[in-house]
């Protein structure tokens, strides 16, 4: 009976969501796209943003999103507290000016 080769696990790309940082956000933070896996302790935006603590301005609390942040799941502007789900894309843009 011939036994299959072992294979390495790979990671289930499905229970991660892909975070995408903009503008000044994305210069303090030095990376621009980054893939993290959701857990029981990640279940939104909002709590995203607390994990990757980006942010330490007292202005909103410690760790919290600033208002003046926006957040974008799957390309549409969203509130902080809307649900991921696995393979979901998170963009967090900062306010931007310019004419």
Do not use: C, H, K, Y
Not at 2 to 22: E, G, N
Not at 71 to 87: E, K, S, Y
Request: hydrophobic share 45%.
């Amino acid at each position: 009976m011939r036994r299959r080769p072992l294979v390495a696990p790979t990671p289930d790309l499905a229970a991660v969501v892909r975070v995408r940082l903009f503008a000044a956000l994305r210069e303090r933070a030095g990376w621009g796209e980054r893939l993290i896996p959701l857990g029981a302790s990640l279940t939104n935006a909002a709590d995203l943003w607390r994990q990757l603590a980006l942010d330490d301005s007292p202005a909103a609390g410690v760790g919290e999103l600033p208002p003046s942040i926006r957040v974008a799941i799957n390309q549409a502007f969203a509130a902080p507290d809307t649900p991921l789900r696995p393979g979901d894309e998170v963009a967090f843009l900062p306010p931007i000016s310019g004419g």
